[in-house]
């Protein structure tokens, strides 16, 4: 038994040593080709075993491998993906695809990762793969505003906003990485700087409804509600069939004691989309508080109640807006026994 077993050592070693390099390359590259004329025509699981002979044959074929992590990638099987793309950089440690490519397979498996230390841990790796792609192309904008999301994610705010600048300075006119700069100094509580490139990203789109909605948001933060309320009339003309802006509106009107100026906005609102819970709501709010500096309005009391009724049914987890309506319907008069 033993001896068989040496004797057939022997013989694949033979086998290996007769199969020189360059019949490897060529045979691998014949493979890589096949496979990847089978996924132009739509046959991923020929070409998957096309490509799968092509890397056993040579394993140094690091363009195959990538093309593996490609399929599992598109497939959604981010671990086969990573697989696949940690032995194309290991087989190419020049392969700056392939490291980019590793850094967004993390990124996704990060997303789909149940515990929060899995969450990081794939961060990091994502860090990792990204830093060695940029060693490799530091010019190349997607993993610089890649790795700048990682690190904003990491809680490391100086190395994600200087990322993004390197993204900025790479794509000037990209409102994107404009935008993740202004979400990344907001966050870090730099309302300011956030406000500035909110405003730089505007100019390159100015009826962009995300931007907006974020510029008015951090607006709103820094209690300045006349540049809000130019910011949210702005969105409510660029966006005329969307009702945010009026209940955003409303909300400014409210925060500077404009009752009915901001039932009219929430009014409006609820025209656009009559299934908006925050315009209901947004109501009732304007309603009851009129109520309580006057308790002879009833009837202020009572649109409010029933603004606040539509808004739980639309969205019944209010617990905040359950309690105020018991507060605030009035008790049933009621014959004493």
């Not at 509106?249 to 009014?267: M, S």
């Amino acid at each position: 038994m033993t001896k068989r077993l040496i004797l057939n050592g022997l013989l694949i070693g033979l086998i290996v040593v007769g199969c020189s390099r360059p019949d490897m390359q060529r045979q691998g590259v014949d493979h890589y080709i096949q496979g990847q004329l089978l996924l132009d025509q739509g046959d991923v699981e020929s070409a998957l075993k096309e490509l799968e002979k092509a890397v056993r044959t040579d394993p140094k074929l690091s363009i195959a491998h990538n093309t593996i992590g490609d399929v599992y990638c598109r497939q959604g099987n981010y671990e086969r993906a990573r697989q696949s793309y940690e032995s194309a950089v290991r087989s190419n440690p020049f392969a700056f695809r392939s490291y980019y490519n590793l850094g967004v397979t993390y990124q996704l498996l990060a997303k789909t990762a149940q515990a929060v230390e899995q969450v990081r841990e794939y961060i990091n790796q994502a860090v990792e793969a990204y830093t060695k792609a940029i060693s490799l192309m530091p010019g190349d904008f997607d993993s610089q505003l890649n790795v700048s999301a990682c690190y904003f994610q990491l809680g490391q705010f100086e190395k994600a906003v200087e990322h993004c600048q390197q993204a900025i300075r790479i794509k000037p006119q990209n409102t994107k990485a404009r935008v993740n700069l202004a979400t990344i100094y907001d966050h870090h509580g730099q309302s300011y700087e956030a406000v500035r490139a909110y405003l730089s990203a505007l100019e390159l789109e100015p009826d962009n409804p995300d931007l907006l909605r974020k510029l008015g948001s951090t607006y709103l933060k820094q209690d300045r509600l006349n540049p809000a309320f130019r910011v949210y009339e702005q969105a409510a003309k660029a966006l005329p069939d969307q009702a945010w802006p009026w209940e955003k509106i409303g909300e400014v009107y409210y925060r500077q004691k404009e009752f009915d100026q901001a039932i009219e906005a929430f009014q409006k609102a609820t025209k656009i989309d009559p299934q908006s819970p925050a315009a209901w709501r947004g109501m009732g709010v304007a309603y009851l508080s009129q109520f309580v500096l006057d308790k002879s309005r009833a009837d202020l009391r009572d649109k409010g109640l029933e603004a606040w009724n539509i808004s739980l049914e639309l969205d019944p987890s209010q617990q905040d807006i359950r309690r105020l309506v018991r507060k605030y319907t009035p008790k049933p008069d009621l014959p004493e026994l």
